[in-house]
């Protein structure tokens, strides 16, 4: 994929972060735009019209799910928001809100770019592949059928619809609302969080190799669940 | 108490009428046969009631009874009979013996029925103070044992008690009321009456040597040193002097009540000097804790950077280029672990953590924990024992997870690579337990309670870079949860975790989806 020409729009007021990721993605490729605060962010936005917006959750002014939001009314230019570790509600509000993942401060560089390039990849084509593929697992869509190492692999349609979910947002983090709406529609009550654990345990059983180190299906704990494509 | 005196009152008044009725009735037995009897024998009978008087009644029953019989006997029996005449003049000294006999076993027999009544009493009073002692030597806070002094205190004296007893200024005031009703106690003059007690440590008011005619009596509560208060007693509507067991009931409770007190208190000053010594201890192990754990790295960190960042391009290879970064790194990377560490801390110690309570499958929780040590497990074996179906805890997961890692960090962190580390869970009714177990340098057996402490680092651990904070932060989160955690010695060596959190059933609707999964199932096969 080429990124020499992908713009990245940075919003976190901290100079020192501000700089340490325009030195790096720059290494990288990536064209850096910066701004300091919430207001200016909103403004850059539109006008540079970034391929992907990074977007500090603390900021002086603006309340940063407050700029989400504003950003989300008429882009949908991939977002990636930056937070601290014990703020998991954050996160999830975020994601539920339209943020496409998230990063927690301090984070490592290899992770924050696999998470830009994931993104960047989902928002430059939608899956439309009617068979995915990922190493030894192949999800055939068309004909709803899951393939381990040749061998076909019998979900129950609870489990192939989250297995489905998940694996369409390859790299991505799906919150556990997001799983439930999309799984069992509107209607799902409290206790369904429940069921969504056993199912998952299920699934981890059928497809990974050992179930208490999952490496397809990841935990991202008090969030969600992400499928671990092989490069994110 | 007024009930009891009114029958009394009547007891020893119907007694006059039942001796005579007995007398005559002994009379009209004994007329028929006093021909075949020796007078000396009827005289003998006669004794009879003046006994039992005695025994029943009391002294003056049974001089009544003595008196009488005499005149019963000289009426009926000594001839002339029928007449109170005395023809033989002999008869006169018998009368006179006769009396004598009678009054003085009287007199020794009602002694005796005093003195068994006042030994009766002072059985009740003492098995009284010994229970009350009994009961407050166990309480350990000051209000239920003022409580039970002053119900006792007004059981025994028929009155209304309060306690006064000084607050921290030493200024005395009304602390307790046996009946939170009356305005009585909560008037000034009561108080300086009390002040005056307790100021000169002697029993003032009604029948004391000092306002002998106050309306309460005001009892210091007192030890051999120091007086801690004043019991009032409120005899306003009495209308009896105290009696002298009574007087000595109220001392015994007094000086009982005091020593209590003075132990509440004593404990209680104990506990804040071990409290604030605890606080000292804490703060110099924070101190020297945190300043050598913050210092270690920032030195690695700014030496290797200001080396890297001297200009000198040709100093440094690029292997040890790359050696001083990764310095730079780890360094960093303890220091954003204690920063977390303390945060964690901090948050659990002030109850500031909102507790996200979500159904947690614990595999997943251990799931993800190894995946946070995978980088540090190194050539540890690792063997996860779970049972088929484990049951789901309800939680916050990122807690859980927090102290499944400090702990499994923990094994790897005291034991040698290559060993083997073991992360059981057993399902119990209404509990889970994860064991987490290496064959690691162990503990010495006084410290596998403390170091869920503070700041608290093992003896064997001290070469080991560490804060101390790690199994704090476990229990504090484990305890949030309604679990426990706790440490053994792992045989042959090393040291068991265990942390053991409740489980709670899910509701039927979810129970009822696994059961829809499993005909899912099934149907899935057939097609």
Not at chain 1, 96 to 117: C, H, N, Q, W
Not at chain 2, 72 to 83: G, K, Q
Request: aromatic residues 6%; negative net charge.
């Amino acid at each position: 994929m080429d990124e020499h020409d992908k713009r990245i729009l940075i919003v976190d007021d901290e100079p020192q972060i501000r700089k340490l990721l325009r030195v790096t993605l720059q290494a990288y490729g990536f064209g850096i735009h910066e701004a300091a605060t919430g207001e200016e962010g909103l403004k850059q936005a539109s006008s540079i019209r970034p391929d992907l917006i990074v977007l500090d959750l603390g900021l002086p002014d603006l309340y940063g799910l407050e700029v989400l939001r504003r950003i989300r009314e008429w882009s949908s230019a991939p977002i990636i928001v930056l937070t601290v570790k014990d703020r998991e509600e954050d996160k999830i509000v975020a994601l539920d809100s339209g943020a496409d993942d998230y990063v927690t401060k301090p984070f490592g560089m290899g992770e924050l770019v696999a998470r830009i390039r994931v993104a960047l990849r989902h928002a430059a084509h939608a899956v439309n592949e009617p068979v995915l593929s990922f190493g030894e697992l192949t999800i055939d869509l068309v004909q709803r059928v899951v393939e381990l190492k040749g061998v076909r692999i019998k979900l129950t349609p609870t489990e192939y619809d989250l297995l489905k979910i998940l694996a369409l947002s390859a790299g991505k983090v799906v919150t556990q609302r997001q799983l439930l709406q999309q799984v069992w529609g509107d209607q799902h009550g409290e206790s369904d969080s429940h069921y969504l654990r056993v199912y998952i345990g299920h699934l981890r059983k059928k497809l990974e190799e050992d179930s208490t180190q999952p490496q397809l299906i990841v935990t991202e704990p008090g969030v969600g669940y992400r499928f671990r494509s092989r490069d994110s | 108490m007024r009930m009891r005196r009114i029958q009394g009152f009547w007891l020893s008044w119907l007694s006059y009428p039942c001796i005579t009725l007995l007398i005559a009735l002994m009379t009209a037995a004994l007329r028929p046969l006093g021909s075949a009897l020796d007078l000396v024998n009827i005289a003998l009978i006669f004794l009879f009631p003046v006994l039992v008087s005695a025994v029943w009644w009391g002294l003056r029953p049974a001089v009544y009874a003595a008196f009488l019989a005499v005149l019963a006997f000289d009426f009926f029996f000594v001839p002339p009979t029928l007449s109170f005449s005395v023809a033989d003049i002999r008869y006169l000294v018998s009368f006179a013996v006769y009396m004598a006999v009678a009054s003085l076993t009287a007199s020794l027999a009602s002694r005796l029925k005093q003195q068994l009544r006042y030994s009766r009493q002072r059985e009740a009073q003492t098995a009284a103070l010994y229970s009350l002692s009994r009961q407050m030597s166990a309480i350990t806070d000051l209000h239920a044992l003022l409580d039970n002094v002053s119900r006792e205190a007004s059981r025994t004296m028929g009155a209304e008690v309060a306690i006064y007893l000084p607050d921290e200024r030493s200024h005395l005031t009304l602390t307790h009321l046996s009946d939170l009703g009356s305005p009585w106690g909560k008037e000034e003059s009561e108080k300086v009456i009390a002040k005056l007690a307790f100021d000169h440590g002697e029993a003032v008011g009604y029948g004391s040597d000092t306002l002998r005619n106050a309306q309460g009596y005001y009892l210091p509560l007192r030890t051999e040193d120091r007086v801690y208060g004043v019991l009032a007693l409120n005899l306003k509507d009495r209308k009896f002097r105290f009696t002298s067991a009574q007087r000595q009931m109220l001392e015994a409770l007094g000086g009982l009540a005091a020593s209590a007190i003075a132990r509440v208190k004593l404990a209680e000053e104990a506990k804040i000097a071990h409290l604030t010594a605890e606080s000292e201890r804490l703060r110099t192990a924070i101190l020297d804790s945190v300043s050598h754990e913050l210092r270690t790295p920032l030195a690695a960190i700014i030496g290797s950077a200001t080396a890297l960042t001297s200009g000198d391009d040709h100093l440094f290879n690029a292997e040890d280029r790359q050696e001083l970064l990764v310095t730079i790194r780890e360094g960093a990377l303890r220091m954003n672990r204690l920063v977390m560490n303390l945060l964690s801390m901090a948050q659990l110690e002030s109850g500031m953590l909102r507790l996200r309570k979500y159904w947690c499958d614990v595999e997943d929780l251990i799931g993800v924990a190894l995946a946070q040590v995978k980088d540090f497990m190194q050539h540890r074996r690792l063997q996860v024992q779970l049972p088929p179906e484990p049951p789901m805890v309800l939680g916050d997961e990122v807690l859980l997870e927090q102290a499944l890692v400090n702990v499994l960090s923990n094994a790897i962190k005291y034991s040698a690579d290559h060993s083997e580390i073991g992360i059981a869970v057993s399902a119990h009714t209404d509990m889970l337990v994860i064991e987490v177990a290496d064959r690691g340098i162990g503990l010495a057996d006084g410290e596998y309670g403390r170091i869920f402490d503070k700041f608290y680092r093992a003896g064997a651990a001290k070469q080991v870079t560490g804060t101390g904070l790690g199994l704090a932060i476990c229990k504090g989160i484990v305890e949030l949860h309604d679990g426990t955690i706790a440490a053994r010695r792992n045989e042959p060596q090393g040291t068991v975790i265990t942390i053991r959190l409740p489980v709670h059933r899910p509701s039927g609707e979810a129970l009822e989806s696994e059961r829809h999964d499993r005909q899912e199932t099934e149907l899935e096969t057939d097609g």
